[in-house]
Each structure stands twice: as structure tokens, then as C-alpha cells.
């Protein structure tokens, strides 16, 4: 009786282990499936984010409503966005235009110099020709080509404005989302899932503040240096090392192509030097500016950084490799807060007690209906080991 009651338990602990492995598996697969859709619902929430502290600092200056103060903002960035765009186009095309008028010489004069050298011929030798690759793009192709475009570029201009119209409505409100989330888990865990949410927007705020601060050096830096070396659409070409710069490690390449065009048109010579100054304004910032504003703000392994943009990269592309850093900041909040606190009892980590004031305050405001006209709380002081 005794060895069927083992055999019992032993199959139920396997039956056990294979519905948990298949729900595993099965949840893997929806989640393939929906990736987009998820890394789409982040973005709008890293913007919410964004909009929100713009919004609460609009607000001590102005007495207005969140909800208003957050479309004020929203309008704000779209007109300066515009008049950017209508100052810096005119100057952009006619640049682009001349890249494409004198790259091809550029090219030819290269090739001559390369010529002059054992190697150098051996590269021209193996590449191919202008005429090779012209022949080789059928109209067919390049039709496919052109239609590909125009639905790719349609589909992220949709996804685009959804995720700023979410952000928005994210921004307004927050708490209505935020409370009807946490009614999702016990009531025991609601106290816990609100601490760990209000500690993952502080994170992704600190982030948007040291993120802006190093777009911001690097743009100036760069716009400083191209216009002491003389290359055409210094500003722009700023601007555009600024932005991409919100991507690590691969933004600073490829805000680099277009001034290493640009330069090369001028001289082979200006080509170098602002290869060099691209590399000195990242030696800059890598480390005097960046470990400045981590210490002040969030700081995230530079290994598990590029990790986590290399595995978003091959999952979704292009929008993970721009997200794969903050998202690596709220998974390292959640395995924290989670399974390290949480699961493994270890309370040496800093919990932010303002975050754990502001959660009490709303449980105690839902359980009154909204009504609070005095409150007190004894507290220890701020950022108390646990």
C-alpha cells in the first residue's frame, strides 16, 4: 500500500512538471506572437513616463489639471518638432542632393588613390563594379523594393502615433490604470504590486533624466566639433548624434555615417578628422559623462546592456534594439524587488520610502472613497536599509 501510495505521488509530481513545462512553452509561443504588440505598449509607457514628469514639473509653475498640463506638453513638443523639421529640411535636402551629385566622384578619386597600391587594387579588384549592380536590380525588384517601403513606413507612422495617443491617456490618469491593474492580484499583494510599480516609474524617470542629460552633451559636443572642422550641416548632424545616442553602444555608428559622407566629400583628411572626433566625443562621454550621471541616477552592466540589445535585436528588430536598455532597467527592478527581496529574503537592498508613503496613502484614500482630510504618517528617514 505504502509503494502505491509513492508511485501515486510520484506521478502526480510529474504531471505536475509537465502542465508547468507546457504552460511554459505555450506561453512562450503566445508571446512570440504578441512581441510587437508588447514592445509597442512600452514605448507608450516609457513616453507616459516622459509626458508625466514634464508635466509635473509644468505644473508647479502653472496652476492647471494633470490631464491638461499633459496635453499642453504634448503640443508643445509637437510644435517645436515641427518647426525643427521646417527649419533643418530645406538645408538637409539641398545636402543630401549634393551627396548625391559628388559621392560618385568621391568614389572615382578614391579608387584612384587605392589604385596606387598593391592592396588598395586587390580591394577594387574584388568589389563590383556600378554598372554590375544596376544591372543586377530588375524593375520587378525594385518595384517589391519600393512597395516594401511604403508598408513598412506606413505601418511604424500608425504604430507611431498609437503609442503617443496611449501615452497620453497613460499620462493623464495614471492611477485609474495603475489601481486597475493591482486589482488583478490578491488582495494580500495589491500593498506589494503598487511599491514595485511606483519603484519601476522612478527608475524609468531617472533614466529618462541621465538618458537626456548624455544626448544633450554628446549633441553639443559633436555640433562643436563639426563646425570647427567645417562640415556642412554641422547642427543637424548634432541633433542627429544627440538622438541616436538614446541607443548604446550602436547609435553613435551610425549617427556617424552621414558626417564621415559629408567630410569625405571635402577631403579624405576632414573624412579623418571627424572620424577622430566622433571617437573622442565618445571617450568623453563613456567616461566622464555617462558615469557622472549613472552614479546620480540609474546605472545598468554594460555587459548585460549589450546582451539584452543583441536578443531584442533578433527578436523584433529595430524597436527592441532602441527599447532593450530601459527594459533592462525594469527587469533589474523587478528581479530585485521580486525574487530577491521577495523570494530570497534579502532586505539589504535600498527601498525607496517616499514610493512606500505615497502607495499607503492611496490605500487609505481607496478605503475612505477618496476623501482624506487629514493624514499623518510616522516615517524613518528616507532610503532606510530594510
Known sequence: ME??????????????????????????????????VLMLAFAAVLLAVFLRGLADLLTRYIKI???????????LLVIILAASIALLAPSVAEQVKH???????SAQTLSANLSQYGWGKAIIENLPSIDDILARI????????????FSSTVGIIANFFIAILVAIYLASEPQTYIHGFTKLFPLGRRARVREVLAEIGETLQWWLIGKSGSML????????GLSIIGVPLALTLGLIAGLLSFIPNFGPILSAIPAILLAFIESPVSALYVIGLYIGVQLIESNLVTPWIERQTVELPPALTILSQLILAVLIGGLGLVLATPVLAVLMVLVQMLYIQDVLGDKETEINEENKLEIQLEDLEMQNGGDIKEFTIEASEPNQKL
Open 3 to 36: 509503494e502505491i501510495n509513492k508511485y501515486h505521488h510520484f506521478v502526480k509530481r510529474l504531471l505536475i512538471i509537465c502542465a508547468v513545462i507546457t504552460l511554459i512553452i505555450l506561453g512562450i509561443f503566445f508571446v512570440s506572437y504578441i512581441i510587437d
Open 65 to 75: 489639471s494633470e490631464g491638461k498640463a499633459v496635453l499642453l506638453v504634448s503640443l
Open 138 to 149: 530588375s524593375t520587378a525588384s525594385l518595384l517589391s523594393q519600393v512597395g516594401g517601403f
Open 217 to 224: 552633451v554628446i549633441g553639443v559636443l559633436t555640433w562643436i
Open 99 to 105: 551627396l548625391r551629385d559628388e559621392l560618385p566622384k
